[in-house]
């Protein structure tokens, strides 16, 4: 099953994608829209897919649909730094001994097909392929047996980095949060559908068709368990939070010549059995 954020009517709902098509969902009883849904048992939610296909209005090409970020406005968004070893290096850092995190604000997310800003104060606009741990019950002081248990599903999520503004200052967060630059999508897979924490999934980037980046999920230096057990030592992972689960090697600034995103380029982040997250981009002066 693959669930999207999508405005209908000007309103946020939830739907289901099947094939080419978007089945709208009704609101589910526990009041936390995607993240609830994900959270059903699977034969709940095909008999709510059911009865909402049954009228012709819940039903919409997925070409047509106005998707939004995947989680909307999540309280948290935590993102790791450095965890895939040849990103390290590419950066002239070493393998860290614990994750480097930071943060981002939901306004600097953007959603599947909706166009990325290169900022007017900067021309270094590059991309980072990541997984993204999308939360579906609270969690303190997880642990390596029960981790698992509060992950709701998994989608993709390119971190869009303005390098220049991310190297002001000794913190990253800077340079990760300008408006609409980290797109989340297009859809959320549940949890149950892919490995345990999601690993050994390809994970690729492709700008104008150009691969930049091919890994593997498997090849994360903290992988999902670790990192939730780590964050749960420090704050409580609350439904609908965000995990990104940092980036492999191969990205602008560590190439020569650089290269960077402008605008009229169309940036891919394709993870194997979730989806491809694709966004063109412009000026924001042009926006």
């Given at each position: 099953?693959?669930?999207?954020?999508?405005?209908?009517?000007?309103?946020?709902?939830?739907?289901?994608?099947?094939?080419?098509?978007?089945?709208?969902?009704?609101?589910?009883?526990?009041?936390?829209?995607?993240?609830?849904?994900?959270?059903?048992?699977?034969?709940?939610?095909?008999?709510?897919?059911?009865?909402?296909?049954?009228?012709?209005?819940?039903?919409?090409?997925?070409?047509?649909?106005?998707?939004?970020?995947?989680?909307?406005?999540?309280?948290?968004?935590?993102?790791?730094?450095?965890?895939?070893?040849?990103?390290?290096?590419?950066?002239?850092?070493?393998?860290?001994?614990?994750?480097?995190?930071?943060?981002?604000?939901?306004?600097?997310?953007?959603?599947?097909?909706?166009?990325?800003?290169?900022?007017?104060?900067?021309?270094?606009?590059?991309?980072?392929?990541?997984?993204?741990?999308?939360?579906?019950?609270?969690?303190?002081?997880?642990?390596?047996?029960?981790?698992?248990?509060?992950?709701?599903?998994?989608?993709?999520?390119?971190?869009?980095?303005?390098?220049?503004?991310?190297?002001?200052?000794?913190?990253?967060?800077?340079?990760?949060?300008?408006?609409?630059?980290?797109?989340?999508?297009?859809?959320?897979?549940?949890?149950?559908?892919?490995?345990?924490?999601?690993?050994?999934?390809?994970?690729?980037?492709?700008?104008?068709?150009?691969?930049?980046?091919?890994?593997?999920?498997?090849?994360?230096?903290?992988?999902?368990?670790?990192?939730?057990?780590?964050?749960?030592?420090?704050?409580?992972?609350?439904?609908?939070?965000?995990?990104?689960?940092?980036?492999?090697?191969g990205v602008g600034y560590a190439r020569t010549p650089p290269v960077f995103m402008k605008a009229g380029d169309r940036i891919e982040i394709d993870i194997e059995k979730i989806g491809v997250l694709a966004n063109?981009?412009?000026?924001?002066?042009?926006?």
């Amino acid at each position: 099953m693959r669930f999207v954020s999508l405005l209908r009517a000007g309103v946020p709902v939830v739907g289901c994608v099947e094939q080419q098509e978007v089945v709208v969902l009704p609101a589910p009883a526990s009041g936390e829209g995607l993240v609830g849904w994900l959270m059903q048992p699977k034969p709940q939610v095909e008999r709510a897919l059911a009865q909402a296909r049954a009228n012709a209005a819940n039903v919409m090409p997925l070409a047509q649909a106005k998707l939004l970020p995947a989680v909307q406005r999540p309280g948290k968004i935590v993102c790791l730094g450095l965890n895939y070893a040849d990103h390290a290096a590419e950066g002239g850092h070493k393998k860290p001994e614990y994750p480097s995190f930071f943060l981002r604000v939901p306004s600097s997310l953007a959603a599947h097909g909706e166009p990325l800003l290169r900022p007017r104060v900067s021309d270094r606009f590059d991309w980072e392929a990541e997984l993204a741990v999308i939360i579906g019950k609270p969690g303190r002081h997880l642990t390596e047996s029960n981790a698992l248990a509060v992950v709701a599903g998994y989608t993709c999520f390119n971190d869009g980095s303005l390098r220049d503004y991310q190297r002001k200052t000794s913190q990253w967060t800077i340079g990760k949060n300008f408006d609409r630059t980290g797109p989340l999508g297009p859809w959320v897979v549940p949890a149950s559908e892919l490995p345990p924490g999601a690993t050994g999934l390809k994970i690729e980037s492709r700008l104008n068709g150009q691969v930049m980046q091919s890994s593997n999920t498997s090849n994360m230096l903290f992988p999902v368990v670790e990192t939730l057990c780590l964050l749960t030592e420090v704050m409580t992972l609350e439904p609908g939070d965000v995990i990104a689960m940092g980036t492999p090697s191969g990205v602008g600034y560590a190439r020569t010549p650089p290269v960077f995103m402008k605008a009229g380029d169309r940036i891919e982040i394709d993870i194997e059995k979730i989806g491809v997250l694709a966004n063109t981009i412009v000026d924001e002066e042009a926006a």
